[in-house]
């Protein structure tokens, strides 16, 4: 998940960024860790319901330490907003990858609702690569 995730921010900045820094290479880990995140959150949706199985101190755990590092990230995301070599559109299209591929080694729980935001997550996962492949390629 951590390569596909950086691969799929690192082809998302490719397609979207037209900016005057859009013809520099760019690359970095920092699109799979914003994958990471997005992974997370991924999981903490899918498997809202079935988290109350493992009791609710230890899911409240869980989501306290993802709000963390989720207001961590937005504390200091936008301090580097000014900078030119932060590939922004990067971090928001490995965020995106790894929230969509969340769905694919999620543990189904309770089959109704988790199968149904599993098949909306590989919709937008396609839709992703998809729209982004299409604006590579008309862009050039």
């Not at 999981?43 to 899911?59: E, K, V």
């Amino acid at each position: 998940m951590f390569i596909v995730a950086g691969i799929g921010g690192n082809i998302f900045t490719l397609a979207v960024d037209v900016g005057a820094f859009a013809t520099t290479v760019k690359g970095g880990a920092s699109t799979s860790l914003y994958g990471m995140i997005g992974v997370i959150l991924g999981y903490i949706i899918i498997n809202w319901n079935g988290l109350r199985l493992i009791g609710d101190g230890l899911r409240c755990s869980i989501l306290c330490s993802f709000m963390f590092l989720l207001i961590f990230v937005l504390i200091f995301t936008p301090a580097n907003l000014e900078r030119t070599n932060v590939d922004h559109w990067g971090h928001l299209g490995g965020f995106l990858t790894g929230l969509w591929i969340s769905a694919i080694g999620t543990p189904l729980i309770s089959e109704n609702r988790e199968r149904n935001i599993r098949i909306i997550f590989f919709i937008f996962l396609a839709a992703q690569f998809l729209g982004t492949f299409l604006a590579f390629y008309l862009n050039n």
